[in-house]
Protein backbone atom coordinates (compact mmCIF):
# COMPACT_ATOMS: atom_id res chain seq x y z
CA UNK A 1 0.00 0.00 0.00
CA UNK A 2 3.24 2.37 0.85
CA UNK A 3 4.74 1.48 -2.72
CA UNK A 4 1.62 2.58 -4.30
CA UNK A 5 0.73 5.73 -2.56
CA UNK A 6 4.30 6.71 -3.06
CA UNK A 7 4.17 5.89 -6.88
CA UNK A 8 1.13 8.26 -6.71
CA UNK A 9 2.37 11.07 -5.07
CA UNK A 10 5.52 11.08 -7.52
CA UNK A 11 3.08 11.31 -10.36
CA UNK A 12 1.53 13.96 -9.06
CA UNK A 13 4.94 16.07 -8.28
CA UNK A 14 5.62 15.16 -12.17
CA UNK A 15 2.57 17.09 -13.23
CA UNK A 16 2.57 20.24 -10.99
CA UNK A 17 6.93 20.17 -12.30
CA UNK A 18 5.29 19.68 -16.30
CA UNK A 19 2.34 22.56 -15.83
CA UNK A 20 5.29 25.07 -14.10
CA UNK A 21 7.42 24.53 -17.22
CA UNK A 22 4.64 25.01 -19.69
CA UNK A 23 3.46 28.13 -17.33
CA UNK A 24 7.01 29.88 -17.44
CA UNK A 25 8.65 28.90 -20.72
CA UNK A 26 9.00 32.09 -22.47
CA UNK A 27 7.20 32.35 -26.11
CA UNK A 28 10.19 31.85 -28.82
CA UNK A 29 10.38 35.35 -31.37
CA UNK A 30 10.05 34.29 -34.52
CA UNK A 31 12.10 35.65 -37.28
CA UNK A 32 12.07 36.04 -40.89
CA UNK A 33 14.70 36.67 -43.59
CA UNK A 34 15.41 39.85 -44.94
CA UNK A 35 17.07 40.17 -48.53
CA UNK A 36 18.42 43.14 -49.26
CA UNK A 37 19.27 43.54 -53.42
CA UNK A 38 22.12 46.03 -53.00
CA UNK A 39 23.55 48.34 -56.45
CA UNK A 40 25.79 51.16 -55.74
CA UNK A 41 24.80 54.07 -58.31
CA UNK A 42 26.16 55.61 -61.30
CA UNK A 43 29.20 52.61 -62.08
CA UNK A 44 31.04 51.53 -65.40
CA UNK A 45 32.05 48.50 -66.27
CA UNK A 46 35.45 49.77 -67.71
CA UNK A 47 38.21 50.72 -65.59
CA UNK A 48 38.15 54.66 -65.20
CA UNK A 49 37.78 57.01 -62.61
CA UNK A 50 34.41 56.95 -60.34
CA UNK A 51 33.69 53.65 -61.95
CA UNK A 52 33.37 52.40 -58.44
CA UNK A 53 34.80 48.93 -59.26
CA UNK A 54 37.33 49.22 -56.33
CA UNK A 55 34.60 48.74 -53.99
CA UNK A 56 34.62 45.47 -52.88
CA UNK A 57 34.24 45.58 -48.83
CA UNK A 58 30.14 45.65 -47.42
CA UNK A 59 29.73 46.60 -43.52
CA UNK A 60 26.32 46.86 -42.13
CA UNK A 61 24.63 47.76 -39.10
CA UNK A 62 20.96 47.20 -38.13
CA UNK A 63 18.58 50.02 -36.03
CA UNK A 64 15.09 49.85 -34.53
CA UNK A 65 12.75 51.70 -35.02
CA UNK A 66 13.75 54.50 -32.23
CA UNK A 67 17.23 54.71 -34.39
CA UNK A 68 18.89 52.53 -31.25
CA UNK A 69 21.61 49.73 -32.42
CA UNK A 70 20.62 46.08 -31.80
CA UNK A 71 22.94 44.61 -34.73
CA UNK A 72 26.21 46.22 -34.57
CA UNK A 73 28.48 46.39 -37.14
CA UNK A 74 29.14 43.06 -39.53
CA UNK A 75 31.52 43.21 -42.44
CA UNK A 76 31.17 41.21 -45.69
CA UNK A 77 34.54 41.02 -48.14
CA UNK A 78 35.12 40.07 -51.72
CA UNK A 79 31.48 41.72 -52.63
CA UNK A 80 32.78 43.43 -56.23
CA UNK A 81 29.38 42.35 -57.67
CA UNK A 82 27.99 45.68 -55.99
CA UNK A 83 29.60 47.03 -58.84
CA UNK A 84 27.98 44.74 -61.50
CA UNK A 85 24.78 44.80 -63.62
CA UNK A 86 23.17 42.34 -61.24
CA UNK A 87 24.52 43.93 -57.62
CA UNK A 88 24.79 41.62 -54.88
CA UNK A 89 22.45 40.18 -52.58
CA UNK A 90 22.65 39.10 -48.79
CA UNK A 91 19.85 38.43 -46.08
CA UNK A 92 19.61 39.36 -42.58
CA UNK A 93 17.30 37.38 -40.00
CA UNK A 94 14.98 39.87 -37.95
CA UNK A 95 12.38 39.58 -35.43
CA UNK A 96 8.80 39.10 -36.90
CA UNK A 97 6.63 42.10 -35.34
CA UNK A 98 9.20 45.28 -34.87
CA UNK A 99 9.94 48.09 -37.23
CA UNK A 100 13.57 48.64 -38.35
CA UNK A 101 16.45 50.58 -40.66
CA UNK A 102 19.82 49.03 -41.78
CA UNK A 103 22.57 51.01 -42.76
CA UNK A 104 25.35 50.18 -45.11
CA UNK A 105 28.51 51.35 -46.27
CA UNK A 106 31.02 50.43 -49.11
CA UNK A 107 34.58 50.64 -49.56
CA UNK A 108 37.88 49.56 -51.48
CA UNK A 109 39.40 46.91 -48.57
CA UNK A 110 42.87 48.56 -49.70
CA UNK A 111 41.80 51.93 -48.18
CA UNK A 112 43.06 52.71 -44.83
CA UNK A 113 41.54 56.03 -44.49
CA UNK A 114 37.99 55.37 -43.08
CA UNK A 115 37.41 54.08 -39.48
CA UNK A 116 33.57 52.71 -39.16
CA UNK A 117 32.89 52.17 -35.55
CA UNK A 118 29.95 49.39 -34.70
CA UNK A 119 27.45 52.40 -34.38
CA UNK A 120 27.75 53.02 -37.70
CA UNK A 121 30.11 56.08 -37.97
CA UNK A 122 32.75 56.95 -40.29
CA UNK A 123 35.63 58.96 -39.46
CA UNK A 124 37.72 60.26 -42.68
CA UNK A 125 41.97 60.35 -41.70
CA UNK A 126 42.63 63.45 -44.74
CA UNK A 127 46.43 62.54 -44.88
CA UNK A 128 47.88 60.85 -47.95
CA UNK A 129 48.28 61.46 -51.42
CA UNK A 130 46.18 63.02 -54.19
CA UNK A 131 44.67 61.23 -56.71
CA UNK A 132 44.01 58.45 -54.76
CA UNK A 133 40.89 56.54 -56.35
CA UNK A 134 40.75 54.24 -53.36
CA UNK A 135 38.93 56.41 -51.40
CA UNK A 136 36.09 56.09 -53.93
CA UNK A 137 33.02 54.60 -51.05
CA UNK A 138 29.17 54.36 -51.20
CA UNK A 139 26.54 54.18 -48.23
CA UNK A 140 22.95 54.09 -48.22
CA UNK A 141 20.27 53.61 -45.48
CA UNK A 142 17.08 51.37 -45.89
CA UNK A 143 13.78 53.68 -45.23
CA UNK A 144 12.18 52.30 -41.87
CA UNK A 145 10.60 48.48 -42.45
CA UNK A 146 8.23 46.01 -40.46
CA UNK A 147 9.07 42.75 -40.64
CA UNK A 148 6.08 40.29 -40.43
CA UNK A 149 7.45 37.42 -43.15
CA UNK A 150 10.46 37.23 -45.02
CA UNK A 151 10.66 40.07 -47.90
CA UNK A 152 13.20 41.80 -50.05
CA UNK A 153 14.55 45.53 -49.91
CA UNK A 154 16.30 47.40 -53.01
CA UNK A 155 19.39 49.82 -51.71
CA UNK A 156 21.12 52.14 -53.98
CA UNK A 157 24.54 53.31 -52.63
CA UNK A 158 25.49 57.01 -53.32
CA UNK A 159 28.82 58.57 -52.96
CA UNK A 160 28.75 60.81 -49.81
CA UNK A 161 31.87 62.68 -51.13
CA UNK A 162 32.34 65.50 -53.79
CA UNK A 163 35.17 64.98 -56.53
CA UNK A 164 37.40 67.85 -57.10
CA UNK A 165 38.87 67.82 -60.25
CA UNK A 166 40.70 70.08 -62.25
CA UNK A 167 41.81 69.87 -65.88
CA UNK A 168 44.06 71.85 -68.44
CA UNK A 169 43.40 72.38 -71.85
CA UNK A 170 45.70 70.57 -74.48
CA UNK A 171 47.41 73.08 -76.18
CA UNK A 172 47.90 75.09 -72.39
CA UNK A 173 50.03 70.95 -71.45
CA UNK A 174 52.07 70.98 -74.37
CA UNK A 175 52.98 74.82 -74.13
CA UNK A 176 53.62 73.80 -70.71
CA UNK A 177 55.94 70.58 -71.96
CA UNK A 178 57.78 73.12 -74.77
CA UNK A 179 58.55 75.02 -71.80
CA UNK A 180 60.10 72.36 -70.51
CA UNK A 181 57.89 71.84 -68.07
CA UNK A 182 56.62 68.39 -67.49
CA UNK A 183 54.14 67.69 -65.17
CA UNK A 184 53.53 64.42 -63.48
CA UNK A 185 52.51 65.04 -59.93
CA UNK A 186 49.78 66.58 -58.22
CA UNK A 187 48.87 67.65 -54.82
CA UNK A 188 45.83 69.80 -53.13
CA UNK A 189 44.62 71.56 -50.04
CA UNK A 190 41.15 72.44 -49.41
CA UNK A 191 39.56 74.33 -46.31
CA UNK A 192 37.28 73.26 -43.62
CA UNK A 193 35.72 69.92 -45.02
CA UNK A 194 33.75 67.62 -43.03
CA UNK A 195 35.66 64.77 -41.19
CA UNK A 196 32.57 62.63 -39.65
CA UNK A 197 29.81 60.72 -41.32
CA UNK A 198 26.86 59.63 -39.56
CA UNK A 199 25.85 56.35 -41.63
CA UNK A 200 21.70 56.33 -39.99
CA UNK A 201 21.14 59.67 -40.69
CA UNK A 202 23.54 61.17 -43.20
CA UNK A 203 24.46 63.65 -41.80
CA UNK A 204 28.29 65.21 -41.56
CA UNK A 205 30.41 67.06 -38.80
CA UNK A 206 33.90 68.19 -38.10
CA UNK A 207 35.98 70.56 -40.06
CA UNK A 208 39.67 70.24 -41.19
CA UNK A 209 41.88 71.22 -43.76
CA UNK A 210 42.58 68.60 -46.50
CA UNK A 211 46.75 67.99 -47.72
CA UNK A 212 46.69 65.82 -49.79
CA UNK A 213 50.15 65.08 -51.19
CA UNK A 214 52.00 65.10 -54.64
CA UNK A 215 50.67 61.70 -56.59
CA UNK A 216 51.07 60.49 -60.25
CA UNK A 217 48.21 62.38 -62.37
CA UNK A 218 45.22 60.41 -63.62
CA UNK A 219 45.98 58.30 -66.16
CA UNK A 220 42.96 59.74 -68.14
CA UNK A 221 41.70 62.80 -70.23
CA UNK A 222 38.77 64.76 -67.61
CA UNK A 223 35.73 65.21 -69.61
CA UNK A 224 33.85 68.38 -69.01
CA UNK A 225 30.85 69.95 -71.01
CA UNK A 226 31.49 73.10 -70.05
CA UNK A 227 29.17 75.03 -72.78
CA UNK A 228 26.51 72.32 -71.91
CA UNK A 229 26.03 71.29 -76.05
CA UNK A 230 26.00 68.08 -75.06
CA UNK A 231 29.16 66.90 -75.94
CA UNK A 232 32.28 66.67 -73.26
CA UNK A 233 35.23 68.84 -74.24
CA UNK A 234 38.48 67.39 -73.42
CA UNK A 235 41.27 68.13 -71.11
CA UNK A 236 44.23 66.93 -69.57
CA UNK A 237 43.36 65.81 -65.96
CA UNK A 238 45.99 67.55 -63.42
CA UNK A 239 44.21 66.31 -60.02
CA UNK A 240 41.30 64.65 -58.64
CA UNK A 241 40.55 64.59 -54.90
CA UNK A 242 37.40 62.82 -53.02
CA UNK A 243 36.17 64.91 -50.13
CA UNK A 244 33.11 64.02 -47.77
CA UNK A 245 30.38 66.87 -48.38
CA UNK A 246 26.83 67.40 -47.02
CA UNK A 247 23.66 67.37 -49.05
CA UNK A 248 23.54 71.32 -49.46
CA UNK A 249 26.66 72.93 -51.17
CA UNK A 250 29.03 74.47 -49.64
CA UNK A 251 32.28 76.54 -50.94
CA UNK A 252 35.91 76.72 -49.73
CA UNK A 253 39.21 77.65 -50.36
CA UNK A 254 41.50 75.72 -52.54
CA UNK A 255 44.85 75.28 -53.59
CA UNK A 256 46.36 72.97 -56.33
CA UNK A 257 50.00 72.57 -56.75
CA UNK A 258 51.44 70.96 -59.88
CA UNK A 259 55.36 69.62 -60.07
CA UNK A 260 57.67 67.13 -61.96
CA UNK A 261 58.10 63.53 -60.86
CA UNK A 262 61.15 65.15 -59.38
CA UNK A 263 59.36 67.24 -57.05
CA UNK A 264 60.69 70.21 -59.44
CA UNK A 265 58.74 72.96 -61.26
CA UNK A 266 56.59 73.33 -59.22
CA UNK A 267 53.55 75.40 -60.26
CA UNK A 268 50.84 77.03 -57.54
CA UNK A 269 47.29 77.20 -58.51
CA UNK A 270 45.22 78.62 -55.89
CA UNK A 271 44.53 82.53 -57.48
CA UNK A 272 40.45 82.81 -57.90
CA UNK A 273 40.03 79.41 -55.42
CA UNK A 274 38.91 81.28 -52.64
CA UNK A 275 34.81 80.10 -52.66
CA UNK A 276 35.44 76.61 -54.82
CA UNK A 277 31.71 75.08 -54.55
CA UNK A 278 31.25 71.68 -53.48
CA UNK A 279 28.32 69.01 -53.03
CA UNK A 280 28.03 65.36 -51.93
CA UNK A 281 27.64 63.16 -55.09
CA UNK A 282 28.83 65.85 -57.34
CA UNK A 283 31.96 66.85 -59.47
CA UNK A 284 32.70 70.07 -58.89
CA UNK A 285 35.30 70.83 -62.49
CA UNK A 286 37.95 73.67 -62.71
CA UNK A 287 38.97 73.43 -66.13
CA UNK A 288 40.74 75.86 -68.44
CA UNK A 289 44.42 77.50 -69.19
CA UNK A 290 46.01 76.58 -65.92
CA UNK A 291 49.41 76.10 -66.05
CA UNK A 292 50.77 78.62 -68.68
CA UNK A 293 50.57 82.32 -69.52
CA UNK A 294 47.03 84.17 -67.87
CA UNK A 295 45.28 82.11 -65.62
CA UNK A 296 41.77 81.04 -66.84
CA UNK A 297 39.41 79.02 -65.97
CA UNK A 298 35.71 77.63 -65.79
CA UNK A 299 34.16 75.93 -62.88
CA UNK A 300 31.33 73.96 -63.31
CA UNK A 301 29.48 71.23 -61.09
CA UNK A 302 28.23 68.25 -62.42
CA UNK A 303 26.41 64.58 -60.68
CA UNK A 304 29.28 62.20 -60.33
CA UNK A 305 28.01 60.19 -62.93
CA UNK A 306 29.17 59.75 -66.37
CA UNK A 307 27.41 61.13 -69.47
CA UNK A 308 25.00 62.66 -67.50
CA UNK A 309 25.54 66.67 -66.64
CA UNK A 310 23.92 68.64 -64.56
CA UNK A 311 21.45 71.18 -65.49
CA UNK A 312 23.37 74.23 -63.56
CA UNK A 313 26.99 75.23 -64.16
CA UNK A 314 29.14 78.27 -62.52
CA UNK A 315 29.43 79.19 -58.68
CA UNK A 316 25.53 79.75 -57.91
CA UNK A 317 24.24 76.16 -57.71
CA UNK A 318 20.89 74.57 -56.44
CA UNK A 319 20.72 70.70 -54.89
CA UNK A 320 18.77 68.10 -56.41
CA UNK A 321 18.64 64.50 -54.92
CA UNK A 322 20.29 62.28 -57.37
Not at 311 to 317: C, I, N, T, Y
Request: charged share 20%.
Amino acid sequence: MKRIILMAAMCVAALVSCSKDKEFTPDVEEFADVTFNINAENVMNTRAISDGTGADQLMYGVFNEAGELIIPKATKNDVSGLTSAGGYTMKISLAKGHTYQVAFWAQNSKCEAYQVSDDMKVSINYEGVNNDETRDAFFAVTEKFNVDRSSSIGVILKRPFAQVNVGAFPFDWENAIDMGVDISQSGATISGIANELNLLDGSVSGEVAVDYSFNALPNEDLKVDVDENNVDEIYKYLSMSYILADVASSTHTMSFTFADKDGGNIITFDNGLGAVPIQRNWRTNIVGQILTGDITFNIKIDPISWGVNGPMSGLAQSAYDL
